[in-house]
């Protein structure tokens, strides 16, 4: 159907509550390289808030638009509007690596603008409702990020014209930067609980590293591919409205008219059948108790009778689809409606005494002049509608609220439409429980207060609804702060040595449980090579990408620089040395896989041999395929909609394949 709206796509993917997250967001792009551009592209396209992009330029860092309407003039951030395009700006040579900076003009007229203006320009161009702006630094290695976040925080950039427009949340990229930059930026992001994906193109490698917001990225929308129909046909007592229904219809035995039979929902069938099965089994559960809980299938055995009931009910059931869908569904008889465990696991991280401490503004935050709260202000919405989630678990024996949805089956008109009732108003009524003790817990906020505003406020209708759809789905993905992961894999680095004052340990109660994990994880990850040839396992492509960092660590230039034969095989030897520690600082060292792939010196130094051939080389397709991947899982971060992968992707542009790792 032909349509006006320009998101209508993407409305289908993520919402009006996706595309109004997206709108109230502000993508820091450092570094303005081809893979940053393409990550921001891919924001702009569907309607990112506003964009700031930052690079450094000696030459025109105090002449970084000629149009200026900055806002945001604190603590040495200027951020500028996005100057107008000019011809100079769509002349690209058949060499260009980035097809949102034109190289550099040999003319320097006075008037030159820097790297992050252009990018800004070309990117603003593609979408109207973009607000795009700029920042130059003489250098992104000078940069105090942490106090660059504060301000960007407290006075983000919005034009006069569009005070409104003003982004409510922050995504920082990183961009082809090395760990002189990434790490303090890592630091800085991670202390104000700001999402940060890192962004590499070299050569024909690239990877994408996702480091959540602290203390962790909450996803009540994760939309798994696969969702079972919650109709609570294994819980017990039913409801009262699925036991009217199921009692409206007389006993299909009894039903002599064909049309008639072929029309009774599959749920009706599945409790009938029930009711049979237990009353032919071998080992009914004999009790007096009305209140018990009376026998469902368990074994196998006893599964498959339960279905030879079923078909036995049909009086030919290659004609009657219901009951061949009743077949099909018979799991949801013995299917658990129950939150599962991964459910358990997040609402065990959400501690009410935490919450409620977290959630009362203190007189400090007061006199400081500070608002903002150490946990951000979304991730303490989530906190309270999970207590409250708890809170009715505790009362309804595990279960959730229902969702209210029904799947789509054969059915008469009549009989739908009363189930389909029977379920919407059974999870009216667990939507108003659920609301009432939220209500319950933000009045006992506020008896502890003293006074004091709170950082969580009374969730909208639509929040609450979207919740109660989404328990039984709820995920939370922590990562580790990339400085801490870089220190723990090159502990020697010059680089991590100069910021030890600055990077802290990070304030995470389970790092060590997280690290531990991951190193499983990798262990597993060795087992499962690249099929057609070992070689091309991403894993390793990502250990050689690793040592050219701990090279420019160490040498202040990437390996590769000077092109004689002899330069370019020392470099290839401090490389595979590199690599070999690295592999040993993961825990690999005695993994079969990589002593034969990675260790075999033969070997681990072809690998070094062909990242130094590389010489940081940045190649536009391999930045696209980068860019688009990166984009995707910012904007799962953004809407908290989908699972974002964790914590590492790494793409073999050689193969054209790809992996997800911990390292």
């Not at 006069?160 to 409510?168: E, G, L, N, Q, V």
Request: aromatic share 6%; glycine share 6%; charged share 25%.
């Amino acid at each position: 159907m032909a349509t006006t709206d320009k998101y209508d796509r993407q409305l289908r993917l993520w919402g009006a509550s996706g595309q109004r997250a997206l709108g109230n967001t502000l993508v820091v792009l450092i570094g303005s390289s081809a893979c940053g551009t393409e990550t921001l592209k891919n924001l702009v396209l569907p309607g990112v808030g506003s964009i700031l992009c930052v690079d450094d330029d000696d030459a025109v860092a105090g002449n970084g638009s000629t149009n200026g309407g900055a806002n945001g003039d604190s603590a040495g951030v200027k951020a500028q509007s996005s100057p107008a395009l000019t011809d100079s700006m769509l002349k690209f040579t058949s060499h260009s690596s980035n097809f949102f900076l034109p190289p550099p003009s040999n003319q320097d007229d006075g008037n030159t603008l820097s790297n992050a203006a252009q990018a800004c320009a070309l990117l603003s161009e593609l979408n109207p409702d973009v607000h795009g702006y700029h920042h130059t630094v003489p250098s992104l290695e000078g940069v105090d990020y942490t106090s660059f976040l504060k301000t960007l925080m407290d006075n983000p950039p919005s034009s006069d014209a569009d005070a409104a427009a003003t982004p409510k949340k922050i995504l920082v990229v990183a961009a082809d930067q090395p760990s002189s930059v990434t790490l303090p930026l890592s630091h800085a992001c991670h202390s104000h609980s700001i999402p940060l994906l890192v962004v590499r193109s070299y050569g024909l490698l690239g990877c994408v590293r996702i480091q959540t917001a602290s203390p962790y990225h909450a996803i009540i929308e994760a939309k798994p591919s696969h969702r079972i129909p919650d109709l609570r046909l294994s819980a017990w007592p039913l409801f009262d409205g699925l036991k009217n229904v199921a009692s409206s219809v007389k006993n299909l035995d009894e039903i002599e008219d064909s049309k008639d039979h072929s029309h009774v929902p599959f749920v009706v069938i599945l409790l009938q059948a029930l009711e049979k099965w237990r009353g032919t089994t071998s080992a009914p559960v004999s009790n007096d108790d009305p209140a018990a809980r009376p026998r469902y299938p368990k074994s196998f055995a006893e599964k498959e009778a339960f279905r030879k009931v079923v078909r036995a009910m049909a009086k030919n059931i290659s004609n009657e689809i219901n009951f061949e869908e009743a077949v099909r569904e018979a799991h949801l008889v013995w299917a658990d409606g129950r939150i599962s465990e991964d459910v358990k696991l997040v609402l065990e991280r959400v501690d009410e005494e935490s919450f409620i401490g977290a959630a009362i503004q203190s007189d400090m935050e007061v006199e400081g002049g500070s608002s903002s709260p150490k946990i951000p202000s979304h991730v303490l919405q989530f906190q309270l509608l999970a207590l409250a989630l708890k809170r009715f678990l505790q009362q309804n024996d595990d279960y959730p609220p229902l969702e209210g949805t029904i799947p789509d089956m054969t059915s008469d008109t009549t009989r739908y439409i009363a189930l389909q009732e029977a379920y919407q108003q059974q999870a009216e009524k667990d939507r108003s429980a659920l609301t009432e003790i939220v209500k319950s817990l933000l009045d006992e906020c506020k008896q502890k207060s003293n006074g004091c505003d709170l950082h969580v406020s009374m969730p909208s209708d639509d929040e609450i609804l979207t919740f109660c759809k989404n328990a039984r789905y709820l995920r939370i993905l922590e990562t580790r702060p990339l400085y801490a992961e870089y220190k723990l894999q090159d502990p020697d680095s010059p680089v991590v040595s100069a910021l030890s004052q600055t990077l802290s340990s990070p304030d995470m109660p389970n790092f060590e449980t997280i690290q531990s994990d991951a190193r499983e994880d990798l262990l597993m990850a060795t087992m499962d090579p690249y099929e057609t040839d070992p070689v091309h396992t991403p894993m390793l492509w990502w250990i050689a990408l690793r040592a050219c960092d701990a090279f420019y660590d160490r040498h202040q230039h990437y390996p590769g620089k000077h092109d004689q034969e002899l330069a370019l095989e020392a470099d290839a030897n401090e490389v595979y040395k590199c690599m070999v520690q690295i592999a040993t600082s993961l825990g690999l060292a005695e993994c079969d896989f990589i002593k034969e792939h990675l260790l075999d010196q033969a070997k681990g130094k072809d690998l070094a041999r062909e990242v130094v051939r590389y010489d940081e080389a940045e190649i536009h397709n391999i930045a696209a395929v980068v860019g688009g991947v990166a984009s995707q899982e910012a904007v799962k971060l953004i809407t908290g909609q989908y699972v974002p992968f964790d914590d590492t992707y790494v793409y073999n542009g050689i193969a054209s394949t790809a992996g997800v790792y911990r390292f």
